[in-house]
């Protein structure tokens, strides 16, 4: 039984009770100058007799009720799981003002419609209720009939229930979970709660579109064995609406200051054919168009529209607001694809997606080693020197090339001799040099290069040389161990399972189709047989004709740094018929993986950037710095934290660790982050915080519209999901079929009942009672 006072005056119970207080403390005040004279007890009982009864009086006019909760029986447990996605912003109809979307209708479902009770009206009397919300991630708890609030009849929130259908993603396993957060809450597991559990029922409310996260049907199924039932109510129609949606925007992470900003957006489109409409890109918070075409409706789902911008025209116009004494080795254009309405269109909330590229505002560094002029150093090298974003310098010696010795110091064309000179370079691409010109200061000036954050990329070759070259110098940073045996007769080049996940390897299309395309590029000829070294990870394979897998591109961190390892050297041969399309890209895209990128802001005292300039909701971002004094030298003994700043406030202080204190540089990873905007600025000990101006932007959000992707009903997964654990599918047209599936849950009731305390006599004779006692007392005392 659960118990409570309520007050059903108009009045505040605070006003009311306060009131009663002031009034009661009064009577004490007057009543003592009459007792001060009596001793004992009652030269104070009697005034605070007298000022209860005051009290009770003034009390009455708050209209205290004594709200009383039984539950008879036992209960059912239902718990609605409301689809919170995009998707449910749909109105099914051409007119989005002639149909409520489908998170209306289902809200309208359980709160109730005009003239209509809901279904949590309906069922609150014999079952605990529960409504939560999901889309990605764990479910939110929206109401609850056994909330203290509304149990206690101090609330009656169910009128104003609302559901935001925001969510970027749609996880029909997340819905799933509710039930099985509540099996865990009655005790799974234990053989006593099973009558418990055989009462629940699951009730997930969704158009069915599913595309992240575990499959819904295998965590239906087991709720079934145990006896609780998954069902499932459809919103929307089965035939898709007419659409025309931004999907996709597929562009380089990074560019040239003074280079091309070459992109496609990807647009579904459902009944349009033939109609035109306006697609263009604005930069910056004016809106200002940088790039716009007109395009015509395809009878295909997919259109793909390539774009090219002018990225120096894009900066000219920022640079208007560029904050002075900091400067800027990349500055980030944040862009927005956008569609001009279309008439017809079924939804105005696909028609937009913003992204962002940073444009880089100095050259990136490689150095090529190698020990001959072979295909692939000259393919690779063509690719980058004819990039006017990277500085390339290749050295070649050797027997056979035009330096027979290795020339070693400070100017272009001999190696680094110290670290100064090295960290010059983002990359080093190393090939097959000779043994006999390779000591051990050079492997320190190159493991030294990849900890403090270099890229390093070791292509092998038929010659063996890097075998020796790593086994007598490098063995700690090289990511393989070497097999005796070179391979040939290979058919292919398949990334792994975790190499697909890396956008190094999406060389166009889509994801589903990139193992297909790598089986389509030509093969080397040989290569290398290796196996991957412990802490290292294969992100792609070559296949032999028997099906046998040998590590083709492996990988580590080390350090602050990465180093990729390829067994062949013959990636050139993908330029057959198609030039540059597959090459360029994976070139383009391995040395971005294998880099650090730079710092992207600096002032007179410090140098700040992040991994990342965009990041998907639950990521973390690694914040880099680096301190110096008025002198230039650096300061590596400060207590350093990166601020996190969303709309001028700081929302996170993330500690920065020493990295290397003879250079002043630290790290920091901040706890993942939720969507939005924010600023990375760098507080230290020692500085005046004024005086520390840089800041790095990052955004955190989705990169893709694919909850938008189709937003017609799914009705044969919510039917599968139903039949797995055990319930029915339903339609909106006829969900309120479902209340007779969920009342046979239920063998009990709640009853409720109100004492209405200010009318009641028990109030007058409680009264009464303190003032006969005051009066009897008096008696006692001489006073009457």
């Known amino acids: 039984m ?58 009455i006019l708050a209209g205290p009720v004594w709200h009383r909760r039984v539950t008879v029986g036992t209960l059912g447990r239902v718990v609605f799981a409301i689809d919170a996605s995009q998707s449910m912003n749909v109105s099914d109809s051409e007119t989005a003002s002639a149909t409520p979307s489908r998170i209306k209708r289902a809200m309208g479902m359980l709160t109730g419609e005009a003239g209509s009770e809901g279904w949590l009206e309906t069922l609150k009397t014999t079952h605990d209720v529960d409504v939560v919300a999901f889309s990605s991630g764990e479910p939110v708890a929206v109401w609850s009939s056994t909330d203290e ?70 965590l239906a199924g087991p709720m079934k064995t145990i006896g609780a039932t998954v069902h499932t109510i459809g919103m929307g129609s089965e035939t898709e609406p007419t659409e025309v949606a931004i999907v996709k925007i597929d562009h380089p992470d990074s560019v040239a200051f003074d280079g091309t900003l070459a992109g496609t957006i990807v647009l579904n489109q459902f009944g349009l054919e033939g109609r035109e409409f306006n697609v263009r890109i604005e930069s910056g918070e004016g809106g200002d168009v940088v790039w716009q075409t007109v395009v015509r409706s395809t009878a295909n789902e997919k259109q793909t529209i390539p774009f090219a911008i002018d990225v120096k025209s894009v900066l000219d116009n920022m640079d208007a607001g560029s ?97 100064e000179v090295m960290s010059r370079y983002d990359v080093i691409v190393l090939g097959e040099v000779p043994p006999d010109q390779f000591d051990a200061s050079d492997a320190s000036l190159i493991r030294e290069f990849v900890t403090r954050g270099g890229g390093l990329i070791v292509i092998d070759g038929r010659y063996g040389r890097v075998k020796r070259v790593a086994s007598d110098f490098l063995s700690d940073l090289v990511p393989v161990r070497f097999l005796s045996d070179v391979s040939t007769s290979i058919a292919s080049i398949s990334p792994t399972h975790l190499g697909l996940e890396q956008p190094l390897f999406n060389l166009g299309g889509e994801k589903t189709d990139l193992e297909q395309l790598w089986l389509q590029l030509p093969a080397p000829q040989s290569a290398v047989s290796v196996e991957v070294q412990e802490g290292a990870e ?57 880099m650090q990128p730079p710092y992207a802001a600096s002032d007179e005292y410090v140098a700040l950037g992040t991994d990342q300039i965009e990041y998907v909701p639950g990521e973390s971002a690694v914040i880099r710095a680096r301190l110096q004094d008025t002198n230039g030298k650096p300061v590596g003994d400060a207590t350093v934290d990166a601020l996190v700043i969303a709309d001028n406030e700081v929302v996170a202080t993330v500690p920065m660790s020493i990295d290397d204190p003879a250079r002043g540089t630290y790290l920091g990873t901040t706890e993942k982050l939720a969507a939005g905007s924010y600023e990375v600025r760098i507080r230290a000990s020692g500085f005046d915080a004024s005086a520390m101006q840089a800041s790095s932007p990052i955004w955190v959000g989705t990169r893709d519209n694919v909850e938008m992707n189709r937003v017609s009903l799914n009705r044969n997964a919510l039917t599968e999901i139903a039949s797995a654990g055990g319930g029915v599918y ?23 009942s109100d004492v209405l305390v200010w009318q009641s006599f028990y109030w007058f004779w409680a009264v009464i009672g303190v003032l006969g006692l005051e009066w009897w007392l008096r008696k006692k005392a001489g006073l009457v």
Request: hydrophobic share 45%.
């Open 2 to 59: 659960l118990a409570s006072i309520r007050f059903a005056s108009d009045l505040s119970p605070w006003l009311v009770c306060t009131a009663a207080l002031i009034a009661a403390a009064l009577v004490a005040w007057l009543y003592l100058r009459e007792t001060r004279n009596i001793e004992g007890p009652l030269s104070f009982v009697l005034p605070a007799l007298r000022a209860s009864a005051v009290a009770m009086v003034i009390l």
């Open 149 to 218: 609030d509304y149990a206690s009849g101090e609330t009656d929130s169910i009128a104003f229930l609302s559901v935001e259908p925001d969510g970027t993603r749609t996880d029909l396993a997340s819905a799933v979970s509710a039930l099985s957060q509540h099996r865990s809450a009655v005790g799974a597991g234990n053989p006593e709660d099973s009558a418990e559990l055989t009462q629940t029922a699951l009730v997930v409310i969704s158009d069915g579109r599913d595309n992240v996260g575990k499959s819904a049907i295998d």
């Open 323 to 419: 904050q002075r004494g900091v400067r800027r080795s990349t500055v980030v254009m944040d862009l927005r694809a956008g569609l001009d309405p279309v008439q017809g269109d079924g939804s105005d909330v696909n028609n937009a997606m913003s992204f962002r590229v940073a444009a880089s505002m100095r050259d990136r560094r490689m150095l090529i080693l190698d020990g001959s002029s072979r295909w692939e150093m000259r393919y690779i090298r063509n690719v980058f020197d004819r990039d006017p974003a990277w500085s390339v310098d290749t050295i070649l010696y050797g027997p056979g090339t035009d330096n027979l010795r290795l020339k070693r110091g400070i100017e272009p064309g001999e190696f680094p001799s110290n670290r």
């Open 538 to 594: 294969s992100w792609a394979d070559i296949v032999n004709s028997e099906g046998n897998r040998s590590p083709w591109l492996v990988t580590r961190l080390f350090g602050a740094g990465r180093v990729f390892y390829v067994s062949s050297d013959q990636s050139w041969r993908w330029r057959y018929k198609v030039a540059d399309r597959f090459h360029a890209r994976f070139w383009n895209q391995l040395m971005a993986a294998s």
């Open 730 to 752: 339903l339609h909106e047209s006829s969900a309120s079929e479902i209340l007779d599936s969920l009342r046979p849950l239920s063998s009990g009731a709640i009853v409720e």
